[in-house]
């Protein structure tokens, strides 16, 4: 039944991508990896500026790399028609607690991270692309400079999503899938693109860079809330990454 309700996943996102391909107005620039297993395991990052980021995801990589699968809020289960398709396939519910919680129940504290291992005990089983926007949000000018981000093109990356993620597959994975979007147009005019616009033709061009990188092993299965020293070294691999990314979309933006 997984691989059923996969199949008809992947057929819903070819049909997307079939009439995406039908407007005429935008550029599609991909250079993604060669040696990707659709059978294989693994975690997706990427930068993230729009919610056309995931249409642009499932456009480079649907049938290349397993189904996408992201951690999704517990609460989210109860949204109509939605919530039970993303129960049937697998992604991850997870249940945070709130500060005023973890102070009035301490033991609490650490409890999501447990929960993330125990979300994904099923999907250790099955290929899986656990993707995650280590921004945590939206890119912007104005959140950049609020954050004081060191970085001329993205937000300060957080460990926590792609902490939980090695963690809780650790050996599981095969590899990262490190992922570069760029829409020239918004940047020069400071607009993030919105979905009506990808519909519409209106981004004239989209460059997407991927790369296949190995992950070290010495972060796999590792409690980043616990092990401060594994925490440094979480720490250090993203940002060194996300320098990396830096300099790539400012040299496309350059050019």
Known sequence: MRKILAGLAE???????????????????IEIPDNLDPRGSYLVSSNHQSWVDI??????????????RFFIKSQMFWVPFLGIAWWALDMPFMRRHSREEIAQKPSLKGRDLENAR?????????????????????????KRDSRNSPYRNLLLPRIGGL????YAL???????????????QSRKNGKAPTFWMLLT????????????????????????RTDLEFRAELEDWINRLWREKDKLISEILDS
Request: hydrophobic residues 45%.
């Open 201 to 224: 033709g209106e981004i004239p061009r989209i460059i997407v860079r991927a790369e296949r990188r190995a992950i070290p092993a010495e972060l796999l299965g590792r409690n980043f």
């Open 118 to 142: 125990k979300a994904c005990e099923k999907l250790r089983a099955i290929p899986v692309a656990m993707t995650n926007f280590p921004e945590g949000t939206r890119f912007s000018a104005a």
């Open 170 to 184: 650790g050996n599981e994975l095969d590899a990262l899938i490190d992922v570069t979007i760029v829409y020239p």
């Open 55 to 68: 249409l642009v995801l499932q456009r480079c990589f649907n049938r290349r790399l397993p189904f996408f």
């Open 11 to 29: 057929t819903w996102i070819s049909i997307n991508n079939g009439i995406l391909s039908l407007y005429g107005g935008t550029e599609w620039d």
């Open 163 to 166: 902490g939980q993620v090695l």
